[in-house]
């Protein structure tokens, strides 16, 4: 399937020849396939290729996955903590071979890379401490005191699908698949096929670990195939991609009657109020705003800023983002890498052009930068952006932000609510208690308070999702396993059927019923 002789960029890394090849081994088809040329940002150079899958591969896939899944619901949830925990440990040995898989594939600067490598044995670390317990059979108040008890137990779905995207390959092929193996279900991952070797690598590791065969497995091919196969199969699925192709998702789910969770697409407030550290909040905003070259579902695109301390803040900001330095090397030198292709730095183009047509200023950035990589595009600063430009209401996921000056908090607050999106926000200012406060009133899923969106994501005891347009479900947290178990209620009577006991009247035991509902009720509130 893939190419015999890797391609000079490929030599730059530390991967040993031919490894993306042997990679591809692990996608099962059946038959001949036609293949689908994975190429890199940095040089648009083909590094390999994937099998096309079918619907018939993506069948099999997961009727593998369905038959290991019987016996790995049956293992203790303690044995699969240990082979979570284990994973974390062999991504944080095989760390830099995973950071150039990922950098290949998208381009990235190698900080952001990192930023994945380091998010996932801190997720397997929190599933694998706290996911027994989660899973583990609880006591619930039953109908009647004494007389009746309750206990919810809690089973694995079955088999989940996990649709992964582009821009943040190994954290956001793992976030959704840690959990869901922890609540003893099989997965079957779809990475989006531009970033397919990492999600293989992952299934390497998984085998290190000791995760029996069958329990992770990769199916490649184009989105229109191989994602409703994967949804009319799986018993649940976890997708993390735009807001349009989301709708079909939930569509497919629910004609299926499965359970699904979407993250998908944000125009993420960033707010300075007149009391914010103007150095700190601009190096916020930089990292924030071009972390990944924007393509970040979390970064914000739209900053307001109160207009006493406007001009202040674009200084500081504007200073800091020329500073940056655009390059694709395989080290910790570049501050922002490359856009993932053609067609989106199109896209960036065209949002900034059309802001700039339409009356915007164009402070900073603005070109594409083809001398340093094929689609690397400069960080790009707008202000006095029209209200109706693509680049305020459409999601651009570039790095590309517009900053807009308000009279004062409460202008702030409603600018950042009109959208339709309501992903991640962040708010700027020396006072936490007062930062907390306006928080609570920004119109999404996270907001973070003095930090643009790494301590939200990396809170791995909270759950993390959109509002609106942004998604449903929530995934980190105890919700992030819960989603993929089924609750099942245990009722047990110690005095058998709730009814007039044989010789006791209707008229008797519905009077009884009535007092015994008043005093259960006066209890309640009393040890409220």
């Not at 006072?431 to 999404?444: F, K, L, P, S």
Request: aromatic share 6%.
């Amino acid at each position: 399937m893939s190419r015999t002789t890797d391609p000079p960029v490929v030599g730059e890394t530390c991967l040993s020849p031919g490894q993306l090849e042997v990679l591809t081994r692990r996608i099962k088809t059946t038959g001949d396939r036609s293949s689908i040329p994975v190429r890199t940002p940095i040089t648009d150079d083909e590094i390999g290729s994937v099998p096309a899958c079918t619907a018939e591969d993506v069948a099999s896939a997961v009727d593998r996955a369905r038959t290991a899944q019987t016996a790995w619901a049956a293992t203790p949830a303690d044995e699969r903590a240990a082979i979570v925990e284990r994973l974390g440990d062999r991504v944080l040995k095989r760390r830099d071979q995973l950071l150039d898989i990922v950098q290949l594939e998208t381009g990235k600067a190698r900080h952001h890379a990192l930023e994945e490598v380091l998010d996932v044995p801190l997720t397997c670390s929190y599933y694998a401490t706290n996911g027994p317990e989660l899973c583990a059979d609880e006591p619930r108040s039953g109908a009647v005191p004494l007389a009746a008890d309750a206990t919810v137990t809690y089973e694995p779905v079955g088999v989940v699908g996990v649709i992964s995207p582009w821009n943040y390959p190994l954290t956001l092929a793992l976030t959704d698949a840690i959990p869901a193996l922890l609540a003893g279900n099989a997965v079957v991952c779809k990475p989006d096929e531009r970033t397919p070797f990492v999600a293989l690598a992952l299934a390497a590791l998984f085998e290190e670990a000791g995760l029996p065969d069958g329990l992770f497995q990769i199916v490649t091919g184009e989105g229109s195939t191989v994602g409703p196969a994967l949804i009319d199969r799986v018993d649940y699925v976890a997708f993390t991609g735009g807001t349009e192709t989301g709708r079909l998702v939930a569509e497919g789910a629910g004609r299926n009657l499965i359970g699904c969770s979407l993250e998908l697409g944000g125009k993420n407030p960033m707010v300075v109020l007149d009391d914010a550290d103007l150095e700190t909040a601009a190096r916020g905003a930089v990292k924030g705003a071009f972390t990944n070259a924007g393509q970040l579902c979390l970064a914000p695109e739209r900053i307001y800023v109160d207009e006493r301390r406007y001009d202040a803040f674009l200084d500081a900001f504007v200073g800091a983002t020329r500073n940056l330095r655009l390059g694709l090397e395989f080290d910790y030198g570049p501050d922002v890498g490359s856009l993932i292709d053609g067609d989106h730095l199109e896209r960036v183009r065209e949002h900034v052009e059309g802001a700039v047509d339409d009356g915007a200023s164009l402070l900073t950035g603005g070109r594409a930068r083809p001398d340093v990589g094929p689609f690397c595009y400069e960080p790009t600063i707008l202000s006095d952006v029209a209200p109706d430009s693509r680049v305020v209401c459409e999601e651009t996921f570039g790095p590309v932000v517009s900053v807009v000056p308000v009279a004062d908090v409460d202008e702030a607050i409603e600018r950042a609510n009109e959208t339709e999106y309501g992903l991640n926000g962040s708010v700027w200012t020396t006072d936490r208690e007062r930062g907390r406060a306006v928080a609570r009133e920004i119109d999404c899923g996270t907001v973070c308070v003095n930090d643009p969106y790494t301590v939200g994501w990396a809170a791995a005891d909270a759950p993390m999702g959109g509002f609106g347009d942004s998604g449903m479900g929530r995934r980190h947290g105890p919700e992030g396993i819960r989603r993929f178990l089924e609750s099942r209620t245990v009722a047990t009577s110690r005095i058998g059927p709730f009814d007039a006991p044989p010789g006791v009247s209707p008229g008797l035991f519905a009077r009884f019923m009535l007092g015994l509902t008043t005093v259960q009720r006066r209890l309640e509130r009393w040890f409220r």
